[in-house]
């Protein structure tokens, strides 16, 4: 039968309406059943309707702060009016896209904006994620020097495909997917492991990200430029994988440009640039390394995407691009993380569960680690015998459930929040935060009371599926 007149053939909103109540029955019955699981045992489960910059809403009406991001996707919050509006617009021009056998005028204008934030870097590859742009910089660095080894760093996280799972510090995340490719991890920071490896003669590339998102680590001031110099040194290449770090996340455009004089010879950027909208990935390179994998008309196609470079995905990029540019959204980044680091590091002093806080801009790590007080170190000592990083749920569980801000640990196996929100929140945000999280604090420290109910509840489910 026709559809009715007044109403779409496919109505979304109707739909949502009829079947949203059984979003975690679908996901558990044709999904990834352990998500549903998971999120019901650390009582993640919540039903959230609609979101809007930094905050989500629940069915109620409830406020939630995003200190998360989707893990830094949404750098400009969700649904930022100006990327809306060139999506929309983008669709409504109705380009001849993805012809093939053209050149459009967008992804060009995109590459020139945004190599105009990366000095020395001059051409762009556009694919649809941060795997995808990590995949093209090992792909390229193999060809351009005529090498097959890439280095890594341990514990450093580039992806979950094939390639760039070869280059993938955690074992979990490896286990069962073998054989992979021939690369090599190193500590990060560690020089004479660097040297050691390059004078194999074999070395393609190092890859690193210059923060690492599990741990929120950071080589050693000069390690990166030292590395550089090396690595150039034995005709091998250095990739930055900025795709969380990069489009603004640490108060400068690239987290590299911290450092004086560094400058990759590729860069991965992907998440942030996407403006919350629609998947993107970027690697940005050196002319001479494009010109080699590129050397003929016959190999015009050696390296593709299907979806690369659609207008959609250009169109949001440009947005994100002009709407950063507007807003300051970089220099907020800067100030307003400098300021919850600087409140947060006065708080190791105050709570000795609070080891450490590191990080830069709005990307930051809040460790904790063993109490001096017998008190605490008993239910210490009980959490880490079950399974390391308890302690970290602990935190992130009443954040969520109490005080409606969603954060997570940074990784498996790690006693560390990482806080990675919207380039846009504002000093009445991290007020917010600092509020929530020194009453945790403080019930933390009182060793007793419903957290460390809970505290026991993880423990037995750690010990359960054992």
């Known amino acids: 039968m026709p559809a009715e007149p007044d109403r779409p053939a496919f109505d979304l909103a109707a739909l949502l309406a009829e079947r949203g109540g059984e979003r975690y029955e679908l996901h558990s019955r044709y999904l990834n059943p352990q998500l549903p699981r998971m999120l019901r045992t650390i009582g993640f489960d919540k039903y959230y309707e609609r979101a809007e910059g930094q905050y989500f809403y629940d069915a109620e009406g409830n406020e939630y702060l995003d200190m998360l991001a989707g893990f830094g996707i949404f750098a ?74 890439v280095l890594y760093a341990d514990h450093a996280f580039h992806g979950l495909t094939t390639g760039s799972l070869s280059v993938n510090g955690e074992s979990g995340f490896r286990k069962g ?75 400068e455009f690239f987290a590299y440009q911290h450092e004086e004089g560094v400058l990759p010879d590729l860069v991965c950027a992907a998440k942030a640039l996407s403006g919350g909208y629609v998947p993107i990935g970027a690697t940005l390179g050196k002319s001479w ?3 080699k994998v590129y ?54 002093d105050r ?62 196996h790690l006693e560390v929040i990482k806080l990675i929100p919207p380039l846009i929140i504002t000093d009445r945000d991290v007020d917010r935060f600092l509020d929530a999280f020194t009453e945790i604090m403080d019930e933390a420290h009182r060793g007793n009371g419903l957290m460390w109910d809970f505290g026991r509840t993880l423990v037995r489910q750690a010990v359960g599926n054992r």
């Open 295 to 348: 050397s003929s008309m016959d190999r015009v196609l050696v390296h593709s995407a299907s979806f690369g470079s659609n207008a959609q995905a250009m169109a949001a990029g440009l947005a994100t691009l002009e709407v950063m540019r507007e807003e300051k959204v970089v220099e907020n980044a800067r100030q307003v993380g400098d300021r919850l680091r600087e409140r947060l590091t006065e708080l190791v």
């Open 76 to 149: 400009l919050g969700r649904h930022h009016p100006a990327v809306r509006a060139a999506v929309r617009q983008v669709m409504d021009l109705e380009l001849p896209d993805l012809v093939r056998f053209d050149c459009s005028p967008l992804p060009g204008l995109l590459a020139e904006r945004l190599l105009s934030h990366a000095p020395g870097l001059e051409r762009v590859f556009f694919g649809n994620s941060g795997t995808e742009a990590v995949e093209t910089a090992l792909k390229f660095a193999r060809y351009a020097t005529g090498r097959k080894r």
């Open 351 to 412: 709570y000795e569960l609070v080891a450490e806080v590191r990080g830069r801009g709005l990307m930051t790590g809040i460790e904790f680690g063993r109490p001096r007080s017998l008190k605490l170190r008993t239910g210490w000592t009980a959490l880490q015998a079950a399974r390391k990083g308890l302690f970290a749920q602990m935190v992130v569980v009443p954040l969520l459930q109490r005080h409606r801000i969603l954060t997570q640990v940074s990784g498996d």
């Open 177 to 251: 997917f073998d054989p992979l490719l021939p690369d090599t991890a190193i500590p990060l920071g560690d020089i004479g492991a660097l040297t050691k490896e390059l004078k194999r003669g074999d070395v393609a590339a190092l890859i690193v990200e210059p923060i690492q998102g599990k741990g929120v680590q950071a080589p050693p001031p000069g390690w990166l430029r030292a590395a550089q110099a090396l690595l150039h040194e034995h005709k091998a290449l250095l990739i930055c994988d900025e795709v969380q770090t990069g489009i603004g996340r640490t108060g």
């Open 289 to 291: 390394i494009f010109e």
